[in-house]
């Protein structure tokens, strides 16, 4: 009897445990982000992202773990480390002066179908916890016609430490603190966020996801 | 006793099923420490921070066990980018080039890049 119950336990596990993550928005992605399906951009320029907090390094840690999760959705990115050179030259390293107007030079210049924005309103961390706070906005535009085809907003809690009180949660807050798990939170804001971007052209489900739901323009959540 | 045996059995198997069918995550790509390593060495440009990320650029070059297998948007050019202001530019051209193959998307860039290596 005992047996039983576990195995129907163990079954019904397996049935829940991989259902489609579903949002109260009630949006799909084709509703929600019709641009980013009508221009269908392929390549992506990253923008230094625009730092609107103390934390100078906040910057940073944001513009280099963004190429991984867009090329991950699909889209071929445009090396940002270079690209800052040419930028610097070009006197369009502060990505303000961009976010609206004309911006079909970087089409010209770089070859670029569209930009992407990231401003960052607030990163902190709790000492306590070692939890990392990001509020911060994603846009992006096309070089094109000047539309926006994407944009999210909001607060995400990067929680990384474990669960429960004692030396080793101490010690893990300790780690928290650490350059990789800077670099690692703000990747895993970017994936969080990018996650609902339509996916590009190398990926599976490209022009496939329309009828998906979308989590909506703004976001309030904890990742760990 | 032996029913009971394979009972406990499956429903393990179940539970194992579970557990890792929603872990395995499908990415494009391999990464390695990409985003690390290229942090590091653009905020301090040591011998050491040089190394790793050199590595890493052959290890995206080499070992890819990402769905699409082929290596990710910017490797080949980085990494020939970072050749070339070594020194190394003729080989380091070549990789460039080698973007251009694999994306031919990214022309209107890289071009720039070579134009701008070229001056």
């Given at each position: 009897?005992?047996?039983?119950i576990?195995?129907?336990?163990?079954?019904s596990l397996?049935?829940?445990?991989c259902a489609?993550t579903?949002?109260t928005?009630g949006?799909t992605?084709?509703e929600?982000?019709a641009?980013?399906?009508?221009e269908?951009?392929?390549?992506?320029?990253?923008?230094?992202?625009?730092n609107k907090?103390n934390?100078?390094?906040?910057?940073?840690?944001?513009?280099?773990s963004?190429?991984?999760?867009?090329?991950e959705?699909?889209?071929?990115?445009?090396s940002?480390?270079?690209a800052?050179?040419?930028l610097k030259a070009?006197s369009?390293y502060?990505?303000e002066?961009?976010?609206?107007?004309n911006?079909?030079?970087?089409?010209q210049?770089m070859?670029?179908?569209a930009?992407l924005?990231t401003?960052?309103?607030?990163?902190s961390?709790t000492?306590?916890?070692?939890s990392?706070?990001?509020?911060?906005?994603?846009?992006?535009?096309?070089?094109?016609?000047?539309?926006?085809?994407?944009?999210?907003?909001?607060?995400?809690?990067?929680d990384?430490s474990?669960?429960?009180?004692?030396?080793?949660?101490?010690?893990?807050?300790?780690?928290?603190?650490g350059?990789?798990?800077?670099?690692?939170?703000?990747?895993?804001?970017?994936y969080?966020v990018?996650?609902d971007?339509?996916?590009g052209?190398y990926a599976p489900?490209?022009?496939k996801?329309?009828?998906?739901?979308?989590?909506?323009p703004t976001?309030?959540?904890?990742?760990? | 006793?032996?029913?009971?045996?394979?009972?406990f059995?499956?429903?393990?198997?179940?539970v194992?099923?579970?557990?890792?069918s929603?872990?395995?995550?499908?990415?494009?790509y391999s990464?390695?420490?990409?985003s690390d390593?290229?942090?590091?060495?653009?905020?301090k440009q040591?011998?050491?921070?040089?190394?790793?990320?050199?590595?890493?650029?052959?290890?995206?070059?080499?070992?890819?066990?990402?769905?699409?297998?082929?290596?990710?948007?910017?490797t080949?050019?980085e990494?020939?980018?970072?050749l070339?202001?070594?020194?190394?530019k003729q080989?380091?051209?070549?990789?460039?080039n080698?973007?251009?193959?694999?994306?031919?998307?990214?022309t209107?860039?890289?071009?720039?890049?070579?134009?701008s290596?070229?001056?």
């Amino acid at each position: 009897m005992k047996e039983k119950i576990f195995l129907i336990v163990a079954a019904s596990l397996l049935f829940i445990s991989c259902a489609t993550t579903s949002y109260t928005t009630g949006l799909t992605k084709g509703e929600a982000y019709a641009n980013m399906y009508q221009e269908k951009p392929k390549v992506i320029l990253i923008m230094p992202p625009i730092n609107k907090t103390n934390k100078v390094e906040a910057k940073e840690y944001f513009y280099s773990s963004l190429a991984q999760p867009l090329c991950e959705r699909g889209y071929y990115v445009i090396s940002p480390i270079i690209a800052l050179d040419f930028l610097k030259a070009e006197s369009a390293y502060n990505s303000e002066q961009f976010l609206s107007g004309n911006i079909n030079m970087f089409n010209q210049f770089m070859g670029a179908d569209a930009l992407l924005f990231t401003t960052i309103t607030e990163w902190s961390k709790t000492l306590l916890s070692g939890s990392i706070t990001v509020e911060i906005e994603y846009e992006m535009r096309s070089t094109k016609t000047g539309d926006t085809l994407f944009k999210r907003k909001g607060t995400l809690r990067l929680d990384k430490s474990s669960s429960g009180n004692g030396l080793a949660s101490l010690l893990a807050t300790a780690i928290v603190t650490g350059l990789t798990d800077k670099i690692e939170a703000a990747r895993t804001c970017n994936y969080y966020v990018l996650k609902d971007l339509p996916q590009g052209a190398y990926a599976p489900l490209f022009m496939k996801d329309q009828k998906t739901p979308s989590a909506g323009p703004t976001f309030n959540d904890t990742a760990r | 006793m032996k029913k009971h045996k394979i009972g406990f059995l499956i429903s393990t198997l179940l539970v194992l099923i579970t557990l890792s069918s929603c872990a395995t995550q499908t990415n494009l790509y391999s990464w390695a420490n990409y985003s690390d390593d290229v942090y590091t060495y653009y905020k301090k440009q040591t011998p050491a921070s040089l190394e790793n990320l050199t590595k890493t650029y052959q290890n995206l070059l080499e070992h890819q066990r990402g769905t699409r297998g082929v290596t990710p948007p910017g490797t080949y050019v980085e990494y020939g980018y970072l050749l070339c202001l070594q020194g190394q530019k003729q080989e380091g051209m070549e990789m460039i080039n080698k973007e251009k193959e694999l994306y031919p998307e990214s022309t209107t860039f890289v071009d720039r890049i070579l134009s701008s290596l070229n001056k």
